[in-house]
Structure formats: C-alpha cells, structure tokens
C-alpha cells in the first residue's frame, strides 16, 4: 500500500511530517510518497534510518499557507503539493492521501480531484468533538451549511459507518439535533429531515437537544453544518475561558501542577482538534485524511495509519453500500 | 402603575410570587393585580403587612403546570391565571404582565392576547446567556426557529434597544453569527443577513463565529432560533457535565467550600436561567416579563421591578421607533 503524503502541510512540516512518514513507514509497512520540493525533503530524510523503507520524493515547489483561501490557491498554486499528492491518489499511483495543511486545501483537492460520493455535493467533516461525549460522532461540522432535508440522512449515513469503523460501535443510534425532543419540534429542515430518517431504516432514535449533546445521548448526531460548525467552534472558546477563568479562581487554592493538569485536561477534552486528531474526510471518492495542523511525527504517524485502515477496510465502499442500502429502504418507505 | 401578577406560576408559587409582589408593591411603589385562586390568593397575603399598598386580586381556578403544551392549554384552561393576567394588560386594565411560569405558556398569551409589533410573527426571546460575556446579548434564542434574513435585521434592532436599555450601553455593536468572520462566509440565510445588515444603518461590525461568542465581540449577536436554543442548550449542559468532572478531579485536592464555590459559580456563568433570571418577551406588543421558574421573592420581586422600567421608560415604544427608523434607512440603502 502507498500512502502519498503533503510534505509541506502543517506548523511543524516539513522536519516532524517527514519524521512522521517515515515512523509509519516502519509501523505500519507502508510505501510513502513525500510531495513537496526535492532538497528539502531528501534533506530530511537523511535524518532518520530510512533502511529497507519505501520512501519516495515527488517535486514541487508550491505549497500552501494557513490562511490561504483555498479556491484561490487552487488556481494560483495548481501544484501545491496537497494537490498533487492527492492527484497521485486520483491517478492510482498512491491509495491515500494525508495532510496536517489547512482543512480547506485538503477539502478543495479532495473536492476537485477525487470528487463526492453519489449524493453528496461536497466532503462531510465531523466526528466525535467532545471527551464528555466521546462515544458520539457530529456532523456536519462546517464543509456543508446549506442542507436539504436529505442530506441530513446521508450525514447519519456517514455518521454510521463513522461510528462502526472509527469507535467500533456495532449498531450506532442515530438522533437528529433540533429545539426540542419530540417528533414535529425543530425548524423546516429538521421536520423534514425527522420525517425522513424515521422512514429510513436507519437506528433512529429521534430528535435531542443542545442539552443532550454532552451526555452522549447518542452515537450520531446529524446536524447541518452552520449549526454543527458555530456549536464546535464555541466549545473550544469556551472551554478556552473556563480554563482562563479557573486559573485565576484556583491559582492560590490548588497546587500548581494540579491546576496545570486540570485546565490541560479540559483544553483538550473541548477542543476538537486536540481531541479527535483529525480524520478521514467523508464521502470523498477516495482515502483524504486531515490530520492536526499543529501534529507532530507521533501523530502524524498515527494520521497515516488510519489513512491504510481506511484503504484496508474500504471506507469508500462501505460507504456506498450503506447508502445504496438506505436509499433502497426509504424508496420502499415512501411507495 | 398597575403590575398583573400571575400568581400561580413558577415553582415556588404562591408563597414565594405573592410574597415577592407584596414586597414590590412596597419597594417599587406600584400597584399589584394578584391573579389565582382567591382563596390561596388571600390566605398567603394574610401573612405579610400589605398596610397602604394597593393590593387586590382577580380570581382564577386555572393555571398551568409545567411541561403543559402551551397551545395546547390555551384552549383546554383559557381561564389559566397568566392568560386573565395578560388579558388585564390587553383591557388596559394593568400595565404589564409577569410570570414565573412555564415560558411556553407566557408566550402563548403574549402572542394571542397582545400581538406582536409590526414585522414580527413570534415573541424574541434573547439576552446576556454567559457571564463570561455579561455585554453580549444574543438572539433570537428559541422562539423564531425558521426566519427570513429580514428577521435576523429585526432582531439586531431589538438586541440595540435591549443593550441600551437593560445593559446602559450607548452605541451597542452588531455583529451575525456565521462561520467565519469574512463577508460571504455562511449558508445562504447569512450571506443575505449580511448584506440587509451593512445596509441598514445599524452599527454592525460584520461576521462572528462560535469562538467568538464566549469573548463578548460584539454587544448584539443575531441568529435564528434554531442555532440560539441548541447554543444556549448546549451551554447549560456543558456548564454541568464540566462541574460534575471538575468535583470528581478536585475532591481530593481542594478546600470543600472552594470547590462547591467553584462549581457553584461555574453552573451559574453557564445557565442562562440562573445568570439572566428573566426579563421582556421582546416585540410583543406590551409589556410581558417572564422570570424564572425557580426565582423567590427577592428575584421575582425584581422581575417586577424591571416590568415596572419597561413601562415607564416605555421599551415597547423605542422598538417601534428605532424599527421606523431603521426600516427608512433600509428603504433608502436600497433605492
């Protein structure tokens, strides 16, 4: 198996990417092709024992920049190296492609050149954000923000297999976020959206609550991503200044190790990235895995790694199976 | 001036409601209209001195229990004590209404009994949800769940007279809730939010997302209800599920009375019922205040009191005219 690598992408590349590509090269017995300018990357590699690896080097010169809009990017720096590594992907030349670059970068060359599984206009992101709940997968978490009533049943698809591959969960319970636990309460979308998850054959176990998304309540929570991505995005702020606010509230109550370990243990527990990692990008037509931007080569190992259990298993077509099964059901529902 | 007081509701009522109106009729120098069964109505002011104060009731067997459908009550208990409470505002025969009752239900009765202003189908319900941002209020947070990008310009206009008002800020900042603070980013309902709101004349400030919220940039957050309720939901829960971690990682660690104070404070910051405790239902067409259901009779007799400003400095009123106002402005943006 080959796993083609961005070089170039993530705030510690390219020393702790290429140190991570070549630690998973050796763990996992894969074949790595390191994109991203030539000098720079043999460089590198000349660091570590590269014995008996299956290391290669594909050239470019362009990468992209944190902050960078990635459509722009994408027609200024058409051979930034995340989109030719991902473009090995789509040419059969590698079977995954991993970066810790920006999230939209890899969005946009997964977009573009691996395109979306039937169904889907573009890639969905989440997963499970929060420690409190770490048995239950959101999303959509931000990629799609204007969603029809049935996409919301393709998100808790996605959530399914999600839940079955990545947390091991045999029969995921799938509940549709709105303001209110019974059927019928919710905006247009989510009543829509109710009706058709009910009738789809799906573990529906109906609406929940903003209350209900740190018990766990369970393991898919389907959502559009507006929602999911302003719910996300406040948790990590938030969880940012409870840790602020207990410093100054504990400083000269608690012993200062215990207080350092407490607000570092709940940084991580609300913010998604620290969390989760990072992950396979869904209903892609191919393996993309973002990993943290702020990795370095342990998890970045780790990233590569689930990119072959994702190949192994056939993510892709697991997931086309299931929606073909759902979309199946939910025709006979409706005749 | 002339304070209906729904005697029934709230989980502490009668004895903590009448006891707190009586206190008010004192402390605010208003007249109180006690609705609910006289009988009760009668045997809990026997308890206090009500010498010179203007004091009387209006009889009702009905009221309506928590969890009760709201619309659902208004046609099985018309004679519940918040709807004839309500109705007395409607005659003209009492200045405003408050409850402690189910938010449901005084809703209900706003809704059908006063109307709401021009523009408006639905009450808003919105405020400061977390200390940690005391200056941000954020709206609507629950009552509108499917609104038009006009709506979200209306409740811009509602969250100025609300932060100048209740908060005493001057020129209050006007920020949309979106995923990402440059124009354009957001679903469709945002990106048309935006550009009604760079032209209204109001003093917007642009895009916050999620991270923001928690650092109080802007004065006045708008959203739809849908987003509002499961953010403010969320942030209940969250607040608890952190309290609860918080006593098991520091029991051994840390003074009792410090960690109760500490989680105590905690769940506080993060309940909007707590921190809030209550106030106007906006765009009604009167004055409505809800508060809490769990206030006593200090905090209810303050839910009075801030009834009592809002009539007197007359907040039904200023919304209609800074709606005037700003709906000019729009007029002449566009033309």
Known sequence: MKIAVDGMGGDFAPSEIVMGAVEAARTYKVDIVLVGPRGLMESELSKHDCSGLNIEVVHTDQYLLEGEPPAFALRRKPEASVFIATKLVKEGKADAIVSAGPTGGVVAAALYMLGTVSGFTRPVVGGAFLRFAPNTVMLDLGSNVDCKPQELVDFAIVGTVYAKKMLGIENPTIALLSVGAEEGKGNAQAKEAYTLLKNSGLNFIGNVEGYDI????ANVIVCDGFVGNIVVKFTEQLGKVICNWLEQELKDHLDRDKLAAITSELLKATNVAD???????WAVNGVACV??????????CKAIGQAKLAVEEDWVGTLKLELDAARGKLKIGQS
């Open 214 to 217: 740190p018990l766990g309540k």
């Open 291 to 300: 990993a943290h931007g702020r990795c370095k080569a342990p998890e970045f």
């Open 275 to 281: 969390f989760a990692g990072g992950g396979p990008l």
